[in-house]
């Protein structure tokens, strides 16, 4: 079934110059590129994206990174693009993701992990309708 998943480059990424080197990933597999913009969010943008984890102790230095500065913001389909990139961008921890993937090759962290991505439908709606509502 052909989806449409909304990922986000965070600015760990755009900081070490990963960009291309992520994007290119998602390019090989064959995934299409719908969308893309460089984008500087505030604390309301992250808060609206990350809203089931505002509660968690761990969510303030996390807004902290997701503003500390550029992210990319995509939308990819393809054939079941939602677990093909999740499955592409590693486990969340890059201390234990597997090698091959985003971050388990180019992530030591559990914050500062390169990416994400929607991890169903009714959440790439919902965040695609977020981060590009003309779409
Ligand atoms: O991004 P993913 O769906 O794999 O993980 P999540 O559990 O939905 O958490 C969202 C994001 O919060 C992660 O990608 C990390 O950047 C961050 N996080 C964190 O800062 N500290 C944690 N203990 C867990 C997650
Ligand atoms: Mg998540």
Do not use: C
Request: charged share 25%.
């Amino acid at each position: 079934m052909t989806q449409r998943t909304l990922v986000l480059i965070k600015p760990d990424a755009v900081r070490r110059g990963l960009v291309g080197d992520v994007l290119s990933r998602y390019e090989a597999k064959g995934l299409t590129l719908v969308a893309m913009e460089l984008r500087s969010i505030d604390a309301q943008l992250a808060d609206t994206h990350y809203a089931e984890h505002v509660d968690q102790p761990w969510y303030p230095p996390l807004r902290e990174f997701a503003v500390s500065g550029p992210l990319v913001a995509l939308v990819l389909e393809g054939d079941e693009a939602i677990s093909v990139v999740r499955a592409l961008n590693g486990a969340t921890d890059g201390r234990v993701a597997a090698p091959g993937t985003v971050r388990g090759d180019l992530s030591l962290s559990n914050r500062e992990n390169l990416v994400h991505a929607s991890d169903s439908e009714e959440s790439a709606a919902r965040e695609m309708a977020l981060w590009f509502p003309n779409l």
